[in-house]
């Protein structure tokens, strides 16, 4: 490029010094010198001038090229696009089928284990019930057979010393002391019989209690994606 100025100078120069034609414009220039200096620039001119006039005189042909690159690119990418969301939403569909299918499994074992556990519960809180009745008349009848010899024993022991008023009172008061006692114990195994059967009831109303909270558990999972479903569908944007 140095070399083109720099024959760009001598051309300008050559021109300014050179002898005019009388009565016109135009001067007289040496036509060697000038066509020497022609060369040089045009052999000092770089290749990329004319790799660039290559190009502009291909510009439309290039531009419309890559226009048309450029369209099939973006065609590609939206119709990747739109199958990717595709997939994506068949896939989002089936992992909700597969978590609805599973949560209603859940739920329904679970309903099934509460239905069992309280069949279990209650056949069990009958079997105690059952058991607790009997060894209570089982206790009242001791006691009132214990009571009735012991009245038998008192009589007899009356009729024997039906003349020592002392000993007399004195059976009166063991045949009373052994009702009372008798009494006394049928009670208190009544008693202790309604707290186990309480503390069973107990036992058996917290299992209930997890039991139910297991099974509300599982309905709330159950809502729990169909909710987030719905609360974020798919949406493509170009």
Same mark, same amino acid.
């Given at each position: /490029? ?20 009388? /009565? ?52 590609? @990418? ?5 199958? /990717? ?13 597969? @978590? ?7 739920? @329904? ?14 056949? %069990? ?13 089982? /206790? ?64 058996? %109303? ?31 944007? %170009?």
């Amino acid at each position: /490029m140095y070399r083109v100025f720099e024959a760009l100078d001598e051309l300008v120069t050559i021109v300014e010094e050179a002898r005019g034609v009388p /009565m016109t414009s135009g001067c007289v220039v040496p036509r060697g010198d000038v066509l020497e200096l022609l060369d040089d620039v045009r052999d000092a001119i770089p290749a990329e001038l004319d790799d660039a006039q290559d190009v502009l005189d291909h510009r439309d042909e290039l531009v419309g090229k890559a226009q048309h690159d450029a369209d099939q690119a973006v065609s590609k @990418a939206r119709s990747d696009a739109e199958r /990717m969301v595709a997939e994506a939403q068949h896939e989002a569909e089936r992992m909700l089928s597969e @978590a609805r299918a599973r949560a209603e499994r859940t739920l @329904a074992e679970a309903e099934d284990q509460a239905q069992r556990t309280v069949a279990a519960g209650r056949q %069990e809180y009958e079997d105690l019930v059952g058991r607790a009745h009997a060894e209570a008349d089982r /206790m009242v009848q001791a006691g009132r057979a214990n009571y009735e010899r012991a009245i038998e024993e008192g009589r007899a022991e009356q009729a024997r010393l039906v003349d020592g008023t002392e000993v007399v009172q004195a059976a009166h008061a063991e045949a009373a002391r052994v009702l009372e006692a008798a009494q006394t114990e049928a009670i208190r195994l009544r008693s202790e019989c309604d707290a186990y059967v309480d503390g069973k009831l107990a036992d058996f %109303e917290d299992l209930l209690a997890h039991t139910l909270r297991s099974v509300g558990k599982g309905r709330s999972h159950l809502r729990g994606p169909a909710v987030a479903s719905a609360a974020a569908p798919f949406d493509y944007h %170009e």
